[in-house]
C-alpha cells in the first residue's frame, strides 16, 4: 500500500474515537473531524475523502460485517478498517460483505438489487444517507 494512504488509514483510526450514534445519523467529514469521534460510517466516510484529496481512487462501501449493517473504505480492493485503533491488515476479509460502494463520483451497487438490500437491512433512512454522503464528499474543501 502506498505510504501516503496508510499514513491518513493510521491518522483516522487513531485520532478518531468510535463512538456509537443513536438514529444513524451521518457526519460530513470536517464534523468527524472537529468531534474526533463517529461510528463506522463516519470515520469510513472521513477515510475517503481525505484519500480522494489525496489522488487515490478510493470509495467508502456500505455492507455487512459477520451479518450486521457496517461501512468501511475501499481502496484498490482493500478494505481499510477506520474502526480499529491503529492501520493494521484486516484478520477477517470474508467477513465484509459490500452492498454497494460510493465515492464523490459514482455509486455503484455490487448486484443488480444491492441497494435495496442494503435497505431492507431495517435501517432508517438509508437511502438519504446514503445520498448526504455522497453529497458532503463533492463539498468537501479538502
Known sequence: MDSLALKLWDGVCRRIEYESDDGEFWHFPAETLALRAGDCDCSANLLTSLLIAAGFNAYTAVGTYRGQGHAWTELDGQILESTYTSAHEIPDPQAYRIYA??????????????????????????????????????QTPW
Open 101 to 138: 460502494k460510493f465515492n464523490d463520483r459514482e455509486v455503484i451497487e455490487m448486484w443488480p438489487g444491492g441497494l435495496a438490500q442494503l435497505f431492507a437491512l431495517g435501517r432508517r433512512n438509508e437511502r438519504l444517507k446514503l445520498n448526504l454522503m455522497a453529497e458532503a464528499l463533492r
